[in-house]
């Protein structure tokens, strides 16, 4: 089975910067998509950004322009660099994996398989 392990959470003041890494192991698929989704308490569970195989990439409005992910192929790690931090950004990070060409949309329930999650908390 697919198995994803996020690092790099933790607390930063607003306008700081943290990098998340999704380490993924356990499969034998060419093609796929990884994606970032958070989710705070009393909030949907939402996609802040997804990758595939071969670069193409998604970014919630929110996210753009401020949040970069991308995919290391050879490790098999995504990560998601987040400059210009805001207190909306706090939340617990996920990262999430599906097999295909493309990533599909937002919804939570199109990725397969999970990671446990990092939590990135944003004070001020």
């Known amino acids: 089975q697919v198995q994803l392990v996020e690092s790099g959470g933790g607390s930063v003041q607003a306008g700081g910067s943290l990098r998340l890494s999704c380490a993924a192991s356990?499969?034998?698929?060419?093609?796929?998509?990884m994606a970032w989704f958070r989710q705070s308490p009393g909030k949907e569970r939402e996609r802040v950004a997804a990758?595939?195989?071969?670069?193409?990439?998604r970014y919630e409005d929110s996210a753009k322009g401020r949040f970069t992910i991308s995919l290391d192929n050879a490790k098999n790690t995504l990560y998601l660099q987040m400059i210009s931090l805001k207190p909306e950004d706090t939340a617990m990070y996920y990262c999430?994996?599906?097999?295909?060409?493309?990533?599909?949309?937002?919804?939570?329930?199109?990725?397969?398989?999970w990671g446990q999650g990092t939590q990135v908390t944003v004070s001020s």
């Open positions: 990758i595939t195989t071969d670069g193409r990439t």
């Open positions: 999430a994996f599906t097999s295909g060409w493309s990533c599909p949309g937002g919804y939570w329930g199109d990725y397969n398989y």
């Open positions: 356990g499969f034998t698929y060419s093609r796929y998509c």
